[in-house]
Structures are given as C-alpha cells and as structure tokens.
C-alpha cells in the first residue's frame, strides 16, 4: 500500500471489494439453482428470484458507490446518534404495525417492498458503538463506559427479542468480541463459553456433570491466576485432562451420536434409587451418591475458601466463587429456563440439535434435509443445476436462510471450502485493515463488522449442518433478499470508505 | 494488557471456528457415506406394478370372473406438443372438451405435476387402445399402460360376486397404509369379502431422476425392485348353472333363492331378484347412475338383506319344539273348524281341510289351528312360572335354529332377522298383561318374526341333516385360500335328532302324497327324487302375500336343501315351490323334465304387484 496517495480510489482496498462482489456472484447463482426448476426462466427472468436477486445485486452496488464516491466519510460519525434513535424507533414502530410472516412481527411491507429494520439495526448499533468507545476517555475498566456500552447494543437487540426475532437478536452477543478487542477482560468471553457449556452439559449430560464441570473450570482457572509457577502448570495440565475428558462429547456432538453418550452417563448413578434396600443398619452406605459428596465436599470448601479469600485479599478467587453460586443457580434453574422461557420450537430445535429426540418430520425435518442436500454433495459435488435435493425442494427455504445447501451439494466440499474461505479472507482483511486504521471510530466500526459477519456465517452455517440449533438468520451477500444484501453492503462499505478516509491524511 | 496481542487472539478464534465449520462439513460429506443414499431414496420415484386380480371359480372349475385386459390412458404434459385435439378425441372415442378440459387442469396443476405422468382415461377397453396406439406417433406425451379388468364369462350372481371399483379417499383411510389413489378394491360381495386374497400384492420398479425430474436409470440396477404378487383365486361354493337357472326363473320377480348342501353347508346358488348383470359389473362407473337409480335396487342382495315374517315353513320349528318339549304327540290329533278360535270372537283362519288331523297331516295339508294349539302348549306349560318364561324358553329353542341372529356366513352384510323375546311384549302390553293367546301367531310363523331367505335354507338343512346345520359359506378351502375351523363344525339344535324324522314324514306327505289328497306341495313333486318340504304363505302388508317354500331332497341323505322367498306370489304353491322344485331337479339330475311349468315359471312377470318406494 502506498500511503499519502493523492488518488482517492487507489487507497480502497480492492481485496475486500473483490472478496464482497466475489461472494454475491456465487449467491447470485446459486439462488437460480435453487429455484431454477420451480420457476423455468433464465438467471434474469425478472419474474424468478434470481432475476429479482440481479436487481437488489445492482441496486446495492449503486448504494455501494454512493457510500464510496458521494457521500463524506466523515457523515457517518455525525449521523451515529441520530440514526440509533430512529432505528430503535422504527424497531419498536414495526411490532404495532407489522404484519405476521411466519410468527416474526419484523418486517415492514410497503407494497411489494418489504424490509427489516432488524438489518438496518446493526449498522445503526455498529456505528454508535464505535462512536461510544472511540470516544476520548473512554476506558473499558470504567463501570458508566462498560454498562453504557452494553446498554447501546442490549436495547435494540432487546426490542428485536420482542418482535419474536431470537434469531437476529443473538448476532448482537457478537459486540462481545469488539468491546474485548477494546479492552475487556477476557474471563468475559470465557464466561459467556461457560455459560453456554454449563446449558449444553445439563441438558445433556445431567446437573451434576454440569456442576463438576464447572468446578474444575473454576478451579484450574484459579491455579492458573497462582503467582506460583507450580501451580500454573497443575492447572495447564489439569485444564488439558479436561479438555480431554470433554473431547468424546464434542467430538461424538460434531458426529452427531450425542446420545450413545448419555446413555453411558446414566443420571441414575447420581442420584439415589427407590429400590435400594434399606433393611441393614450398614445399608445406608450404599445410599451414598457421588452427589452426597459433592454437596458434603461444597459445604465444607465453600466457607473456607471464601475465608481464605477474604484474608489473602484474593480477588479472583472472590469472583470464582460467586460465579460458582451463580452457575449452580443457572444449572438447577436450566430446566426451567428451558421448559418455560424458550418457545415450543425453539425447545424443539435445541432438542434435535442435542440428540435428545428425532423427529424427522417435525422439527427436525429441515436440518435432516440440509444434511442429507449437503452430505450427498461429496467432495466435487454433483455439478452446478444438477442438485437434486434442492431443486426438488427437500430442502425448505432453499434460496434463503438454507442456500448453503445448495453450495453443499451442487459444488462438494470444495465449494463449501471455497465459501469459507472467501468468508474467513473477508474478515481477516476488515480486522486487519481495522487494525491499521489509527481512527479509533473506524477502528471499533470495522470490528463490529467483521464480528456481524462472523455470527451470521457461524450461525447459518452451523444451522446448515446441524452444529447449531436452527435459527432463521441469512448467510451475509449469498441468501436471497434485499434487506439483508442492502445491509451487508451498507455495513461493509461504510468501513471501505472510513478507511479510504483515514489513509486520506497519512 | 497487550491490546495488539488480541486482534491475534480473535483471528486464531476465528480460524479455529472455521475448522470447526468445515470439520463437521468435511464428515457430512467425505466421511459419512449414508447422506448419499438418504439423497437417493429422496430422489427416486416408485413405478407401480399393479397384481392381476386373482380369478373367481365355482365348484365345477368354471371362470365365473377372470380378467382381461384394458389401458389407461397416461399423459406426461411436459412434453406434449400442439397436436389435433379432435382426432385424439376421435381415437379414443371421448368428447374433445374433454381432453381440451384436462390439459386445461393440467396446466393449472403444472407445478405439481412437474415432468411426471398423470392418468387422463382409465380402463379403456382393448380396442380403443388399439386404435390409439396406431396413430400414437402423432400425439407425443400420451401413452398407454397396461391394466387388468374384470371380465365375466357367465350371467350369473351378478350382486353375489360384487364389483370391483377405484377407491375413493374415504376407503383410502378406512384402510390404512393399504391402498393409494388409484387403486381398485372389491367393494361388494365376494370381491368384497375375499378382498385380501384376490387383490395380490403390488410390485414395483425404483428409478432415479436427475434433477430435472427426468429418470434417470434403475436405481441400484433394479436389486431393491418387487415383482407384483398376483392375487389367489377363489373357488366358490355356487354351481354356476343352477345360479343361472336360479337368476332364469327369477326374472322379473322379487326375490330370492338360496340353496345349500346341507352335509357342508355350501351355499350352491344365491339369487336375488332382480339381480344385476354382470356385462354392468365390469365397468361400474359408468353404469352406476342406472343401477342407483333402480325402484328394485337391483345391488340389494335380498337373500341376505332382506328380512321377511317366514309364514308357515316356520310351523316345522314350533312342531320339533313341541315334540321335544314332549307337550306334542305325533298321533295327537286337534280339531280344525276353519281356523282357531279364542276368547271372545276371535279367530286365527285357516283354509278347508278335513278335521281333526294329527301332526304328520298338519304338516302336509299346513293347518294353522294345530299349530295354535302347539305354541299355546308350549308356552303354558306347568314347569314355567308365567307365560313370559315360557316364552323365553322357546325363543332359546328357536334361536338354536340360526333364527334371529346372523348365521355368520363368510358372506358381507347379512341380517340377523328377529325373534320376539318376553321384553318385546311387556314394551308393547306391559308386564303380566299378555298370554300365549297374545302371540298366537307366532305359532305360524307372522307377527314379530322375521328371517332372511338365507334363515330359511338353513333351517331346511337343519331338518335335512336331522337337527344340526353347517354355517352357511360360499368360499371353498382351495391352494392359498383357506376358510375358518368354523365352517367345518357341526352346529347342533336344541331339539334331539330322533324328534326330525317326525317332521320330515309330513313333509314328504305335502309333495308326494298324490293329486286329491290335500298336500299343499303336491306341484313340486317329481317321481323319485322324494322331495321334502313346506310351503309357506306370509302376509305382506304391500300388497299380495308372499309366496314361500323350503324344500330337501332326496329325502334320505338329501343333496339339497332350498328355500325360495317370492314377493307378492300369492300361495306358497304358487310360485316359490315349483321354483324351488325345479332347482333341485335341475341340481340333482342336470336336467328338468317339466317344460311347461318352467316356462311359465320363467315367463310368469310379477313385477306389476310389486310395490316399492
């Protein structure tokens, strides 16, 4: 790169605007292969969907050179407030006014035009949120700094919790990893990982695994903060037997033979049976249950830890054993949470996600399709149109929230390895350039897109293959649609042109 | 902290959230082979080979219902191209609007039907198709397909054999898992009841497609393929000429012949008058409106379906009852001055004959008073406490008969008739507030009695065999069609075997004590076949009475046994005995040698009496 150039279009990174127009030509065609037999017409019949994705493909490109060329880069600081504020607005707007499409009361309809404000949410969220932590002063450890910042990407996603879009509301926990990058501490993430894993492990496995679990997490974690070196290695090595007790789980979760596993960690070992004798004086022995011991042992370490924290001034620990309690409380309470917060399919596809119950017709009907669409693809695939589990529509919204199908199965795992790829190139070129930019507003801004990017190509995809639950979110620039592909581009070329901006003055 | 270090961190995060992503894609499709055949199954499509229906014989080995061949008529509307619509119609003989009126649907319908092939005509016959094929080449897209209709070489029981007809949604889910639109089933009759034997299991050939619907080749070269079962045939107890003699004599009369071989039970005709002919039957659909339509309800099988007061056959059962119950006597004699007379004025008629006569004449010349006197000593009997005891006792008795309840033949739909129980006359009088002289017309067979045709065949082979019957069936146990224990097991009467050659003796005197003598059944006699029977003539409250006869021959170790129910015929004599005598000349020599009286038995047209709805 040459810095100080004096043309503007020489310091746009052309990479990433390849790498952008690279991935909407492959969701271009993919979107006609998915629909092609439905609807016979050629890839711009503007009545299929792939005739209309041209149009939203040459409309977003017109945004995209309205953002690079026309607008001032310096707009998009000014606008941030603003913007927030009538986003949130129409967010809140859009429940009263919404009609119903499929259970989501998120979409605006003007006609034949219908959009997300939801879409519009993350660029309005991004932007604030660089505006917030960019701010002179800022400084993460600061309690008003941290909770403000939280609160800006907290209200939208919960007002999208309210228009009953789970789905797009959980992109947002992606913000995580912009405010680490600004600082957070990083037991964050890995709290937030023990949260999910406890949730995962109780359902799974049981309570009482769960809470072992999370001891030994809690407990290596603190060896690990020990000034002692000794110490620090018995919990490296400790932290890998974990990570090596845990490895069956995951591995036989990435196989999909979750439930081999819970039938050899029986919960009846834990806990007492009815049938035990009981007529010996000696017999209550054998009523002793490894979850005696836990609770005994607790109720013996727990006072004389928090003692020995209290003395030696030992932070860290202090914090550990409130998360302890914390965890416990969310572990007896993951039932609950799971039976009476989560709606009836959301429980239902976390079941089929866990292995805990098969139901191909039902809820487990469209992951089951996906995976037989993607695993029939092979490694070459079966060729471009010659598909034919997502052209015969096995595969329910094949253009949309499921058009990695058609990638899986039409171009094998060398199409599949490509899309990744170019996703991975995508967003290791934002996060670099974002880390050259010495702005620290274009800075935070190019992380929030690269973390949005992240979450929806994580999540769909992972829907896709049955490593996530299934949740209605599009893959960024392939799913067909215009809000999303509008959002996308607005959202990636308002860091090309801060960043262009930056390399103004250098 | 190091802030640099951490944008480091993320990208490691975010590689190894990509190996993650690939990981599990790479075992979706590299590691794990059974995606691939999932997709397969997904994208295979079933060919159906449809079973020949299997064969219907009767007890002689004739065809009484094969098969024979006609196309449907399939259309793949992809690939039809313009084409003249009037001679297509022309071809194959149907209406132009209609084709024009199906490509119509079909366009309408063109998402679903997608490259596949749907069914535009069913069952034409051979020559049609014949004609079609010629000129095939013109009209790209039609084809056609080779199925099995019913054909019947015979004119005889045309409702006993029953029709076979597509299913429509409502048999689909009666029949779970069973049957696909599309499909034919027996819907009465024998192809009712032996549907699961006749309809064999169908086959079927797996093919690929690829992904524009277009087969591809055999899937797996045809190994997961199954051929099409054919159906069992059917050996049938009927003897296809005495059914068509049967239907012959029959003709324009309402009725219904049944008769049996009393040592099986083996139904060996079963007419109903007015049947349907079978030239109908064949292709149901398109003669349905006139069958419907019909005052005479032509599909109702009367002599199962229909239930009538029995009249003065059913004198034999109050007469065995009688003789077992020991209140009756054969040598008792009982006077008759023109019928009997009870309380205050009143009377049960009967017809002029000499008095007093005992059993054996009562039974040949039919007197109703005797029988009066019978059922009043049966019912008033000393060891009853009242008269609704003795009234209960005796219905056990007949019912032992197979009266009033359903025989449980292998037949569909059949009736159980009725037999009044001491409830049936406390509802209608009230408790205590009857006696014997109430139901005093039981005693020759009216009033609260009814029984179907089918009863009273049964109950002549109950008497023909010396109290026990064989359930009626109309199946025969042959190669991969077997018929229940049941069937083979004798059911005996509560009346003892030594009690029957009593009756039997009367019986024998009313066909073939000689002109003169006062036998009500004298027209039915022949020389030397020793026919046994008893005419009966019930009320019918439309119109003229019914003329009723049952009738064994010969008269030891009997081959036959027949009931003929004839409506609106007047005396038993009039019609239904010489019928019924015909059948069994016609059964047991192959041949009858009374020209005239079949004749005019055939010609005779009743139809004009007959009353209907």
Redesign the interface.
């Known amino acids: 790169m040459i810095e100080n150039a004096p043309y503007k279009r020489q310091s746009i990174d052309w990479w990433l605007v390849g790498a952008y127009l690279l991935l909407v030509l492959i969701g271009w065609v993919n979107i006609y292969a998915a629909t092609h037999?439905?609807e016979a017409g050629s890839l711009l019949d503007f009545n299929g969907r792939a005739g209309k994705q041209f149009v939203w493909i040459l409309t977003a490109l017109g945004l995209a050179g309205m953002i690079l060329f026309l607008l001032p880069a310096r707009l998009w600081e000014a606008v941030s407030i603003p913007l927030y504020g009538v986003v949130l607005g129409l967010l809140v707007l859009v429940i009263f006014v919404s009609s119903n499409i499929k259970g989501s009361h998120s979409w605006f309809s003007l006609g034949p035009i219908s959009f997300q404000p939801a879409e519009i949410s993350k660029i309005s969220t991004s932007l604030l949120l660089s505006l917030w932590v960019s701010r002179q002063g800022f400084k993460m450890s600061r309690l008003k700094d941290f909770l403000l910042a939280c609160l800006i990407i907290g209200l939208p996603m919960l007002i999208i919790i309210a228009e009953s879009e789970t789905g797009s509301a959980l992109v947002y926990i992606g913000f995580i990893?912009v405010l680490?990058?600004?600082?957070l501490s990083?037991w964050w993430l890995g709290l937030i990982g023990l949260i999910i894993v406890l949730f995962i492990t109780t359902l799974t496995l049981g309570m009482f695994w769960a809470i072992l679990i999370m001891i030994g997490v809690l407990v290596a974690c603190n060896a690990y903060m020990q000034p002692s070196r000794f110490f620090k290695r018995l919990a490296i090595c400790g932290g890998a037997v974990l990570v090596i007790a845990l490895l069956p789980t995951v591995l036989s979760w990435?196989?999909g033979l979750v439930q081999a596993q819970i039938d050899l960690l029986d919960n009846r070992i834990w806990v007492p049976r009815a049938d035990e004798p009981d007529h010996y004086f000696w017999s209550f022995i054998l009523k002793i249950r490894p979850m005696h011991v836990l609770l005994g042992g607790a109720a013996v370490a727990f006072p004389l830890l928090m003692w020995w924290a209290y003395k030696k001034k030992d932070t860290f620990l202090g914090v550990s054993l409130a998360a302890f309690v914390v965890g416990v409380m969310l572990v007896f309470s993951t039932d609950y949470i799971f039976h009476n917060v989560l709606k009836d399919h959301q429980r239902s596809r976390i079941e089929v996600l866990l292995g805990m119950k098969e139901d191909l017709a039902g809820a487990g009907y469209n992951v089951n399709?996906s995976?037989?669409?993607?695993?029939?693809?092979?490694?070459f695939g079966?060729g471009y149109?010659?598909?034919?589990?997502t052209?015969?529509g096995?595969v329910p919204e094949q253009s949309t929230d499921f058009i990695f199908c058609t990638v899986?199965?039409e171009w094998?795992?060398l199409g599949?390895?490509l899309v990744?790829a170019l996703?991975?190139f995508l967003?290791?070129r934002l996060?670099?350039d974002a880390?050259r930019c010495r702005g620290h507003f274009a800075r935070v801004y190019g992380y929030c897109v690269a973390s949005c990017i992240?979450m929806h190509l994580?999540i769909n995809?992972?829907m896709t293959?049955?490593?996530m639950p299934v949740i209605g979110i599009p893959l960024p620039l392939l799913s067909y649609g215009g809000s999303s592909l509008w959002a996308f581009t607005i959202l990636i070329f308002i860091f090309l042109a801060l960043y262009r901006d930056e390399k103004k003055y250098f | 902290m190091n802030r640099d270090g951490r944008h480091i961190r993320l990208l490691i995060g975010l590689g190894a959230a990509a190996l993650l992503l690939l990981g599990k894609i790479f075992s979706l499709q590299i590691l794990n082979g059974s995606y691939k055949e999932d997709a397969d199954r997904n994208s295979t499509i079933y060919e159906t080979i449809y079973p020949t229906r299997g064969v219907i014989y009767d007890r002689n080995g004739k065809i009484l219902v094969g098969n024979k061949v006609a196309y449907d008529i399939l259309v793949s509307p992809r690939e039809v191209q313009a084409f003249d619509t009037l001679a297509l119609a022309t071809v194959l003989d149907v209406d132009p609007d209609f084709i024009r009126g199906k490509l119509k649907e079909y366009r309408r319908r063109r998402s679903s039907i997608g490259f596949q092939a749907v069914t535009m005509m069913r069952t034409v016959p051979a020559e049609t198709y014949m004609r079609f094929d010629e000129v095939k080449y013109k009209f790209p897209g039609f084809r056609g397909q080779v199925r099995s209709i019913r054909d019947y070489p015979f004119n005889a029981g045309g409702n006993l054999l029953g029709y076979v007809s597509e299913v429509n949604q409502s048999y689909i889910d009666k029949h779970p898992g069973e049957y696909r639109s599309g499909d034919y089933a027996g819907m009465t009759g024998i192809e009712a009841a032996r549907e699961t034997e006749l309809r064999g299991e169908k086959g079927y050939r797996i093919f690929l497609r690829n992904s524009r619907n277009q087969i591809e080749q055999p899937y797996k070269d045809g190994a997961e393929d199954k051929e099409a079962v054919p159906g069992s045939d059917i050996v049938t107890t009927i003897d296809a000429d005495l059914q068509q003699f049967g239907q012959e004599l029959m003709q324009n009369k309402v009725g219904s012949i049944v008769a049996i071989e009393p040592s099986t039970g083996e139904i060996l005709a079963l007419v109903s008058a007015p049947g349907i002919d079978v030239s109908m039957l064949a292709d149901i659909g398109k003669n349905w409106n006139q069958i419907a339509s019909d005052p005479y309800k032509p599909m109702y099988n009367r002599a199962v379906q229909a239930s009538y007061p029995p009249g003065s056959v059913f004198k034999l059962v109050n007469g065995l009852i009688g003789l077992q119950e020991g209140v009756l006597r054969p040598e008792m004699t009982y006077p008759c001055h023109q019928g009997y007379h009870f309380g205050a004025g009143h009377k049960l008629g009967c017809h002029a004959h000499k008095s007093p006569l005992n059993m054996e004449e009562s039974i040949m010349m039919s007197c109703n008073a005797y029988y009066c006197y019978v059922l009043k000593n049966i019912l008033d009997q000393k060891k009853f406490d009242n008269v609704a005891e003795g009234l209960d006792h005796w219905r056990e008795m007949v019912m032992s008969f197979g009266f009033g309840r359903k025989l449980e033949s292998d037949f569909p739909a059949e009736l159980s008739g009725s037999i009044p129980s001491s409830k049936t006359y406390n509802r209608a009088y009230g408790r205590g507030r009857w006696n014997s002289t109430t139901v005093i017309s039981l005693s020759i067979g009216q009033g609260e009695i009814l029984a179907t045709p089918m009863h009273l065949a049964n109950l002549c082979a109950t008497i023909a065999n010396r109290g026990h019957y064989f359930i009626p069936h109309i199946v025969k146990a042959s190669e991969g069609v077997e018929i229940e224990d049941r069937f083979y097991e004798p059911q005996y009467t509560l009346v003892d075997t030594l009690q029957f050659p009593k009756v039997i003796k009367g019986m024998w005197r009313a066909v073939n004590s000689g002109p003169g003598m006062g036998g009500t059944a004298q027209i039915a006699h022949v020389d030397g076949m020793d026919i046994c029977g008893k005419t009966g003539t019930a009320q019918n409250p439309r119109g003229a009475d019914n003329s009723v006869f049952i009738c064994f021959a010969p008269m030891d170790n009997p081959k036959i046994a027949i009931a003929a129910y004839v409506e609106n015929g007047g005396f038993g004599a009039a019609y239904a005995a010489p019928i019924a005598s015909l059948m069994a000349e016609k059964y047991l020599r192959g041949e009858t040698s009374r020209p005239d009286l079949e004749k005019r038995m055939k010609d005779a047209d009743l139809m004009a009496r007959v009353k209907h709805d």
């Open positions: 037999t439905a990893f680490y990058r600004e600082g990083g990435l196989s399709q995976k037989i669409a993607i695993g029939s693809g092979g490694l079966k149109l010659q598909g034919t589990q052209t015969f096995f899986g199965e094998g795992f599949c390895l990744i996703y991975v967003i290791v996060v670099t880390e992240f994580f995809v992972g293959i049955g490593l």
